[in-house]
């Protein structure tokens, strides 16, 4: 099942979360979720959501953070997940550059064995 899929309707996400539905809507004007809307303005939720919103619950109700640390908390979680695909991208990069680089040096680059010996 495709993870950004919307498929669950307000009712069922907030039951899904054990959480009221207004407290889903509270969550979105304060910008920690972004539920699809239906043509008919009908907000969708996907598995992401789901996720994101279980999160939410556990920094909440487990760990005490209020609505603005989770903000925070969210955005900080965003950027580090940008970072990390933003170094893996630039290491996939530089190996594939070295790869070609070694393709076009000549074999007679001395082995580890030898250096030093």
Do not use: C, W
Request: net charge neutral; proline share 4%.
């Amino acid at each position: 099942m495709d993870k950004d899929r919307p498929v669950y309707v307000i009712s069922v996400a907030a039951e899904l979360l054990e959480m009221h539905p207004q407290t889903l809507r509270l969550y979105e004007r304060k910008g920690l979720i972004k539920p699809k809307r239906s043509g008919g303005k009908t907000r969708l939720y996907s598995e992401r959501d789901i996720e994101k919103l279980r999160e939410i619950r556990r920094l909440t109700q487990e760990l005490g953070v209020n609505l603005a640390g989770v903000e925070e908390i969210m955005r900080l979680r965003a950027e580090l997940e940008a970072l990390q695909a933003r170094f893996e991208a630039e290491v996939a990069r530089l190996k594939l550059l070295l790869l070609e680089e070694g393709k076009s040096l000549p074999q007679e680059i001395p082995q580890e064995s030898s250096m030093g010996a």
